[in-house]
């Protein structure tokens, strides 16, 4: 079975089992390092930016004094800090819910013959820095909130605008996000904000693989933790045919994964494997868990799925 097929079962059974799973009493908890959306009714467990938000607002503001809340919000940091650094990116590339979506979006625009846009790499560079404005501002904001220097509308400020929030309810049959919250000038704004940045990312992802990951602030904490990966692509320069092939198969388009060097999982790359699936050379790339080799290029397979350089 090749690695694409892998992938593609993982993806669906991780899609299934996050966006369905609380209704056959499957959850995996408040601290997942992917885009599954606690909105989404019957959901089987959520990414930890919400957690994040609230224990860093709650936490460390409203409850300095009660330990207990403390001692909470750093058992769900542990069970994060685990979580991504066994599987690394493959969160990511593997189980997103919100990354399955994309990779639909994806084989929509190569269906309708639609060609994806090159984006250069000052300005992948540019919309890279976005994830750690948004990831400061995840940080910064809950605790204003809590001291009431900010209104407390803006409360979970990045959940109230991240496109999860209104694209995988969807799938749930929930639609009162896609309508306009009137309450207050606050609440109309951020529903706004919401509609456009969902409208952006839909329309961006059309024209570029998996665009919203290159700027998704749970990517950035997940790569933070990256000395700490047990699960890491590598690479064997000696192997290297130099035929390229990695980097035209690249969902991210990683500019360093055909260069002579061993360290080629850079912040943008999702683990995805098309690179060591199209190697056409044994040995030159591999995935290793805890040193182990899990999945390793091969010239036969490359044959077998009629990639060529």
């Keep these: 079975m090749s690695v694409r097929r892998i992938k593609n079962i993982v993806q669906y059974l991780s899609f299934a089992i996050l966006m369905y799973g609380g209704r056959v009493g499957v959850h995996l908890g408040s601290a997942l390092p992917c885009f599954a959306c606690p909105y989404v009714p019957g959901?089987?467990?959520?990414?930890?930016l919400m957690g994040l938000q609230g224990?860093?607002?709650?936490?460390?503001v409203a409850g300095?004094?009660?330990?207990k809340e403390i001692l909470v919000a750093l058992g769900w940091f542990l069970v994060f800090v685990v979580s991504a650094s066994?599987?690394?990116?493959?969160?990511?590339?593997?189980?997103?819910?919100f990354?399955?979506?994309?990779?639909?979006?994806?084989?929509?625009?190569?269906?309708?013959?639609?060609?994806?846009?090159?984006?250069?790499?000052?300005?992948?560079?540019?919309?890279?820095s976005i994830k750690y404005i948004f990831l400061f501002l995840i940080v910064l904001l809950p605790p204003l909130i809590t001291a009431k220097i900010l209104p407390p509308d803006l409360y979970l400020p990045f959940c109230n605008i991240c496109p999860g929030k209104l694209i995988l309810p969807l799938f749930a049959g929930e639609t009162k996000y896609l309508a306009v919250n009137l309450d207050n000038a606050v609440t109309l704004w951020l529903s706004l904000a919401l509609i456009a940045v969902t409208a952006s990312v839909l329309v961006g992802v059309y024209?570029?693989?998996r665009l919203f990951c290159l700027f998704c602030p749970l990517l950035a904490l997940i790569h933070i933790l990256r000395p700490l990966t047990a699960l890491r692509l590598?690479?064997?320069?000696?192997?290297?045919?130099?035929?390229?092939?990695?980097?035209?198969?690249?969902?991210?388009?990683?500019?360093?994964?055909?260069?002579?060097?061993?360290q080629v999982q850079t912040?943008?790359?999702l683990d995805c494997l098309r690179c060591l699936e199209a190697c056409p050379s044994t040995g030159s790339l591999s995935l290793k868990f805890f040193g182990f080799n899990l999945f390793i290029s091969s010239r036969w397979v490359t044959s077998a799925l009629r990639l060529k350089p």
């Design 86 to 97: 066994l599987l690394g990116k493959a969160w990511c590339g593997w189980i997103c819910p």
């Design 267 to 269: 912040i943008e790359c």
């Design 99 to 128: 990354g399955l979506i994309q990779d639909w979006l994806s084989w929509l625009r190569k269906k309708m013959g639609a060609r994806e846009r090159y984006i250069s790499p000052e300005g992948k560079k540019i919309l890279g």
């Design 55 to 60: 224990y860093i607002g709650f936490g460390l």
């Design 43 to 48: 959901c089987g467990g959520f990414c930890y």
């Design 207 to 209: 024209f570029k693989d």
């Design 234 to 262: 590598v690479k064997e320069p000696s192997a290297c045919l130099g035929c390229g092939n990695c980097r035209r198969n690249c969902q991210m388009d990683v500019a360093i994964i055909d260069q002579d060097i061993a």
């Design 64 to 67: 300095v004094a009660a330990g």
